[in-house]
């Protein structure tokens, strides 16, 4: 039996402590938005995830050069469609409910997705950037 999402999320475990603490810290601390604190902290995570996926989760031989540039692709894709729909389905859920802040508000939109972010990224590495070959055995 294939363990590859449990490597993925262990892989994910890490680079999102990283990725999370960064685009927390950058929003926080330094005060950037929502799209730059995010997009930084992606970033980082997408560096850490690329070179752990690639040799631990779906132990690749894809080549570098063509794996690295679905892989961004995948990225890109996935953070902007991820955050995107978080970021607006949470403000939409909370500004209408008045009960947290606009800061509590805005960190939830992160971890919501964050979470879409694993799920639609784990689905399309597996297809897209590091797909492996189905072998048939004969019984």
Known sequence: MKFTFIRFILVGVVNTIIGLSVMFLFYHIFGLSYWKATFLGNSIGACISYCLN???????????????????GVILFCYFVSFYIGKHAVHFVLNNTHIFSATISTDLAILVSTCLYTLLNYCLQKWIVFPQKNLKTSA
């Open 54 to 72: 690639r040799s631990f989760t779906f132990k690749s031989n894809a080549s570098v050069s063509s794996s690295l540039v679905r892989f961004a």
